[in-house]
């Protein structure tokens, strides 16, 4: 079955600019979650989501944002982007939250600079 | 505050020779523990998990080890082949009392296995 897609998976966007990114899970699947990945970083939690309700959310600022629909399909913002803002943004699926041993599903990422 | 500690950002071994990945953590609360695999342009994919109830857990090449005492872990790779070269990502699942996808992931360590 098709697994995690995210889109685009490429953008380029300047300062001060928003953005919109798109995740469609696993066929079934109920939560998602996004992360930011950095070099030097690792991977950071930013949000998760199950049935259209935010369970969690990292320390990220107010400009970040996101959503889940009624699909499961899930979308995250940013506002007023930051050079900083640039990184790998990943999502990832699952059934339901904490299912079986934390195992997560993920996307290839969506790749964004901000200029 | 990295809760979840890499140390090594990168590692280079010989075929068929064993590969040790090492990984620390700060809090005690953690219940779970997983290693990630991320080969470039794709999304991380989940590898091994290990309960802080357990102290090893085997699957096929890779054996994860907890030390609990130690706020320690290691992912052995035995043999190690030139595909598995790629980076690691240790990540913790925190104990929040309810079922979460919430992930703390360390910076990740970058294997090559040499041929």
């Known amino acids: 079955k098709a697994g995690v897609t995210q889109t685009p998976r490429y953008l380029i966007k300047t300062r001060g600019q928003q953005v919109t990114l798109s995740c469609s899970p696993i066929s079934g699947h109920r939560s998602v979650s996004w992360y930011q990945q950095t070099p030097g970083q690792g991977l950071q939690f930013l949000f998760e989501?199950?049935?259209?309700?935010?369970?969690n959310k990292g320390n990220f600022p107010g400009r970040f944002s996101g959503r889940q629909f009624s699909n499961s399909r899930s979308e995250m913002n940013v506002s007023t982007l930051e050079l900083g803002d640039s990184a790998l943004y990943l999502c990832?699926?699952?059934?339901?939250?904490?299912?079986?041993?934390?195992?997560?599903?993920f996307g290839e990422g969506s790749r964004l600079t901000v200029l | 505050d990295q809760q979840v500690k890499q140390n090594s950002p990168s590692l280079s071994v010989q075929e068929g020779r064993i590969s040790i990945l090492n990984c620390d953590y700060t809090?005690?609360?953690?219940?779970?523990f997983l290693w990630y695999k991320k080969y470039p342009a794709e999304g991380p994919t989940f590898l091994i998990s290990?309960?802080?109830?357990?102290d090893k857990n085997e699957d096929g090449r890779f054996t994860v080890f907890l030390n609990k005492s130690a706020k320690h872990l290691s992912l052995h790779i035995v043999p190690s082949q030139p595909g598995d070269s790629a980076v690691y990502f240790c990540a913790a699942s925190p104990n929040y009392g309810g079922a979460t996808n919430k992930l703390i992931f360390g910076t990740g360590t970058l294997l090559a296995v040499q041929p």
């Open positions: 990832a699926s699952s059934l339901v939250p904490g299912q079986g041993t934390g195992e997560l599903f």
């Open positions: 809090n005690s609360m953690f219940d779970y």
């Open positions: 290990i309960s802080s109830i357990k």
């Open positions: 989501y199950f049935s259209e309700t935010q369970r």
